[in-house]
């Protein structure tokens, strides 16, 4: 879209003022239907404030804390977003959304509480009678128009996306010589960060349920699949191949971002885990390299040979497409995580030299080091332990998946890490 003048002219000055009109038409447009959605917006907001929050914290229904949990900030947001559409319903939309964008924080409460809020809600709603029966009278009254508190609560999250959309119209289709155009640029730039936060919440939150699904179907404690900064990539069925011959025997296989785990199926006799696995080998993905091995299956699928510093497998698919997925799962999370701590070993590496050197500047002017001098005992100590530190982590993955999340702890045994037997 470009607002410089055309060609000169009877014809290009028609133009020109054709094409105004047309962004005159959208414009009006879009503030009609903002000021519309945002009227009802606030009747919503306003009937969660008064015939919930107000008569829980009147009636005791809740505890305090219960209420905070489940409404977190909708009073301030119904409070700001009344201010907002005064200035709208008078057509100051820039003037209106410059004052709305400094209060986005009580809307940051709010989505990262969302989730929460969910859980906290069903969880009243199971146990607390009183509370059950007092949603249900409320949402009777005919001003809830049918509309149940679970679809209320998620009404700022939706007007956030909403407002992005509108003000990104309402940009495009004010001339930048308007004052208003850079009040509203600046609010899509403001709006836009708290809908990217929503969307990483909501990545988040799946992922954690994905992590939680994945922890259930594994028999016992001792394989830990929630850890933070994990990510669930995949899972599926592959044939694992040994290295003498034998048959190929099929294994449950779960990708997440910084392992692979090799998992088979429970006993189905089994009175209470038949429906489950048992985790055999967690292979952390730091130094690990995958490529495509062709030539041994005749027209379908393929194999896929991994190799790590103390382990190597072979695994095949007779499903061409399912084997290329897992190839490039598999390719996208060793370079994600490889990439992410070469750059950390850098950062380490830089914090470490000049204590070395102040070490050194420090032990020379005094006596000579002799190759069986105690000081260089000592010194040699920590490499000692750094070189031990893997075997005596190896029946703890969780613990090393963690250390090598943190990025201001990668320490250079990761190098020397191997699968661990579960």
């Given at each position: 879209m470009s607002f410089s003048p055309g060609p000169s002219g009877p014809f290009g000055c028609t133009n020109i003022q054709e094409q105004r009109d047309r962004w005159e038409r959208k414009r009006s447009r879009t503030a009609r239907e903002l000021v519309q959605t945002e009227q009802r917006y606030c009747q919503q907001l306003e009937l969660v404030t008064t015939y919930f929050v107000e008569i829980l914290k009147a009636k005791g229904t809740l505890r305090q804390d219960i209420r905070g949990s489940i409404f977190s900030s909708i009073k301030p947001i119904h409070s700001v977003n009344q201010s907002l559409l005064v200035h709208l319903e008078n057509g100051y939309f820039g003037?209106?959304?410059?004052?709305f964008c400094p209060q986005?924080?009580?809307?940051?409460?709010?989505?990262?509480?969302?989730?929460?809020?969910?859980?906290?809600?069903?969880i009243q709603l199971k146990k607390n009678k009183a509370f059950r029966r007092f949603k249900k009278l409320q949402e009777d009254r005919p001003e809830f128009s049918n509309h149940k508190l679970e679809d209320l609560l998620q009404l700022p999250v939706q007007r956030i996306q909403q407002y992005k959309h509108f003000l990104q119209d309402l940009t495009e289709n004010t001339s930048p010589d308007n004052p208003e155009f850079q009040q509203l640029s600046r609010a899509v730039t403001a709006v836009s960060e708290v809908s990217q936060r929503i969307q990483d919440n909501a990545r988040?939150?799946?992922n954690h349920l994905q992590l939680r699904r994945v922890q259930k179907l594994l028999k016992g404690?001792?394989?830990?699949?929630?850890?933070?900064?994990?990510?669930?990539?995949?899972?599926?069925?592959?044939?694992?191949?040994?290295?003498?011959?034998a048959e190929a025997k099929p294994k449950m296989f779960f990708l997440f971002s910084d392992m692979l785990l090799q998992a088979k199926r429970c006993s189905a006799l089994h009175p209470t885990s038949g429906d489950k696995f048992t985790g055999q080998h967690a292979y952390p993905l730091q130094d690990c390299t995958v490529e495509k091995v062709f030539g041994h299956t005749k027209s379908q699928g393929g194999l896929l040979s991994l190799t790590?510093?103390?382990?190597?497998?072979?695994?095949?698919?007779?499903?061409?497409?399912?084997?290329?997925?897992?190839?490039?799962?598999?390719?996208?999370?060793?370079?994600?995580?490889?990439?992410?701590?070469?750059?950390?070993?850098?950062?380490?590496?830089?914090?470490?030299?000049?204590?070395?050197?102040?070490?050194?500047?420090?032990n020379t002017p005094t006596t000579s080091s002799k190759p069986?001098?105690?000081?260089?005992?000592?010194?040699?100590?920590?490499s000692e332990r750094a070189q031990t530190a893997p075997a005596e982590r190896e029946d703890s993955a969780p613990k090393r998946m963690k250390l090598s999340d943190a990025p201001v702890q990668s320490r250079p045994e990761a190098a020397g890490s191997s699968c661990v037997i579960l």
């Open positions: 003037r209106g959304f410059e004052q986005l924080q009580h809307y940051n409460t709010y989505v990262d509480n969302i989730h929460n809020a969910s859980k906290v809600l069903g988040s939150h799946e404690r001792k394989t830990k699949v929630l850890a933070a900064g994990r990510w669930y990539i995949r899972e599926g069925w592959l044939k694992t191949v040994p290295p003498k011959g790590f510093p103390q382990a190597k497998l072979l695994l095949m698919s007779s499903n061409q497409e399912d084997l290329n997925d897992w190839y490039q799962s598999l390719s996208s999370a060793i370079r994600k995580l490889q990439s992410k701590n070469t750059v950390v070993h850098k950062r380490d590496d830089l914090c470490r030299k000049p204590l070395r050197s102040a070490t050194d500047s420090h069986g001098s105690k000081r260089n005992m000592v010194s040699a100590e920590p």
